[in-house]
């Protein structure tokens, strides 16, 4: 989908190398940023920059996963709908936000299918915001379902591929837009899947 | 308006965005920055929304604000702007909007589908044009402040 071109000023020649779109990781991006800064200053030399960034490649750069669960259901309970939704829709969707990020993360694991992940993560919050609310437990199914997909979904990545656009990076600007619409669209198909199949089970 | 409800509303903002920084895994210097850029510009879209009641204008400003606050702070922590952006855009980007679209042309209601479509780009857009015009202040302005921290 995306690719890095890498072109010599002084040579008729461009490599490109395709760039497995997976999770993000800006730690690394601002590692080889500081190395490069470095290359570039004169600091260190052709060689240690190849080691450093070889290093990088390999360092698991990551937060813990009880870190990472917690952050994804502070993501879940969305400042826009405070004050809009109740607070116990709110601490709810704290909770199925963790089950929704963790399902697709795990899914992610297993398949290499595209959008899957989005769709199995919008399912899973769907069929347990329909069913806390099916038991009564709480008020809103689709103030759940909006707070705990914020982590989610792709809208920090349609605004950066417009940001992008206005850059004149069209190409890479396209691909990321059309990639949120297909995102979207999928996180939409799981949770109307999610929230008929409640549906179904209940009126059994 | 209250000032409980603005100071509520700007602590969720800095929770939203200092969670979404761990799951995108911002290096961590740059983690107290970014939530409490996210959270003043949640409070500027909250307080704009507010007085001028369009969709336009709160985005724009909040922009201008991350924008602003944003380099500032990667000059001080020395790290690239594109990463301090990311987490605090989180709660002020269109994701709910975009999803809703997509979840009524699922159901089949065109119209409301496409009229969301149109509004997640209007949102957008104005994000993106915040980002651009301070991104040209910022450019400025780079120069003085860089003089300023330095004497500090």
Same mark, same amino acid.
């Given at each position: ?17 395709? &760039? ?5 990781? !800006?730690? $690394? ?9 470095? #290359? /570039? *200053? ?32 502070? &993501? ?5 709908? !405070?004050? $809009? ?9 704290? #909770? /199925? *936000? ?107 | ?152």
């Amino acid at each position: 989908m995306t690719a890095v071109f890498v072109d010599a000023q002084t040579e008729a020649h461009t490599h490109l190398i395709k &760039v497995r779109t997976g999770d993000f990781n !800006l730690q $690394k991006v601002d590692e080889i940023n500081s190395v490069s800064r470095a #290359f /570039v *200053g004169g600091e260190i030399d052709f060689d240690q920059l190849q080691q450093r960034i070889e290093a990088i490649d390999r360092k698991v750069i990551d937060f813990t996963w009880p870190q990472k669960i917690f952050g994804a259901g502070l &993501v879940s309970v969305a400042p826009m709908l !405070l004050f $809009k939704a109740t607070w116990a829709d709110l601490a709810w969707a704290f #909770f /199925v *936000g963790i089950a929704g990020y963790l399902a697709s993360q795990w899914v992610g694991r297993q398949t290499t299918t595209p959008y899957i992940t989005s769709a199995v993560g919008g399912f899973t919050i769907a069929l347990l915001a329909a069913a806390l609310v099916q038991w009564g437990w709480a008020t809103s199914s689709d103030n759940i379902i909006i707070s705990a997909l914020m982590p989610l979904v792709p809208g920090v990545a349609l605004t950066n591929s417009l940001r992008e656009l206005i850059g004149k990076h069209t190409i890479s600007g396209m691909v990321r837009a059309v990639d949120a619409v297909l995102v979207a669209g999928a996180i939409g198909g799981g949770v109307v899947l999610g929230a008929v199949l409640v549906r179904i089970l209940a009126g059994v | 308006m209250d000032i409980i409800v603005i100071l509520t509303e700007i602590v969720f903002g800095f929770l939203s965005s200092v969670g979404f920084g761990v799951i995108t895994n911002v290096p961590r210097r740059t983690l107290m920055a970014s939530g409490i850029t996210g959270g003043l510009a949640w409070g500027v879209y909250v307080i704009v929304d507010q007085v001028s009641g369009n969709l336009i204008l709160p985005n724009l400003l909040a922009a201008v604000t991350i924008g602003v606050l944003a380099n500032i702070a990667a000059i001080a922590v020395r790290a690239p702007v594109n990463v301090m952006y990311v987490p605090c855009l989180v709660s002020l980007v269109p994701g709910a909007i975009i999803y809703m679209s997509m979840k009524d042309f699922t159901l089949g209601h065109d119209a409301t589908a496409q009229q969301g479509l149109i509004k997640t780009l209007t949102v957008a857009f104005a994000l993106a044009i915040g980002f651009v015009l301070a991104e040209a202040l910022m450019n400025q302005l780079r120069p003085w402040i860089k003089r300023l921290m330095r004497r500090a």
